[in-house]
């Protein structure tokens, strides 16, 4: 079992930044990459940015690119994503997840475990 919990997300105003943390405990070592997905109210979940622990690559929804950052160097420290020129449309329960199949994926089928979610809420 991985057991992720996430933390700061907040109340931000529109064009502002948030960075968000997920720290991962238990058997690390089956994970091989990490996601971070989030869902507003009566939408359902999507993804938003996803790293792989082979060779770091990293994959983003057209819909954050260029304005949102996931990071991390391994299974065993904090994965993070750096939320810069937030917008309201932005406000959503965040989610991290990690993965033990091989690779990089958006797809939440993909991932073996979640975390209980840390909310963002932007303001216009």
């Known amino acids: 079992q991985v057991q992720l919990v996430e933390s700061g997300g907040g109340l931000v105003q529109a064009g502002g930044s948030l960075r968000l943390s997920c720290a991962a405990s238990?058997?690390?070592?089956?994970?091989?990459?990490m996601g971070w997905f989030r869902q507003a109210p009566g939408k359902e979940r999507e993804f938003v940015a996803a790293?792989?622990?082979?060779?770091?690559?990293?994959y983003y929804a057209d819909i954050v690119k260029g304005r949102f950052t996931i990071s991390g160097d391994n299974a065993k420290n904090p994965v993070f994503l750096q939320l810069n020129n937030l917008k309201p449309e932005d406000t959503a329960v965040y989610y991290c997840?990690?993965?033990?199949?091989?690779?990089?994926?958006?797809?939440?089928?993909?991932?073996?475990?979640w975390g209980q979610g840390t909310q963002v809420t932007v303001s216009s």
């Open positions: 997840a990690a993965r033990t199949l091989w690779g990089i994926s958006g797809r939440l089928p993909d991932y073996d475990y």
């Open positions: 238990g058997r690390t070592f089956s994970s091989y990459g």
């Open positions: 790293i792989s622990w082979s060779g770091g690559s990293t």
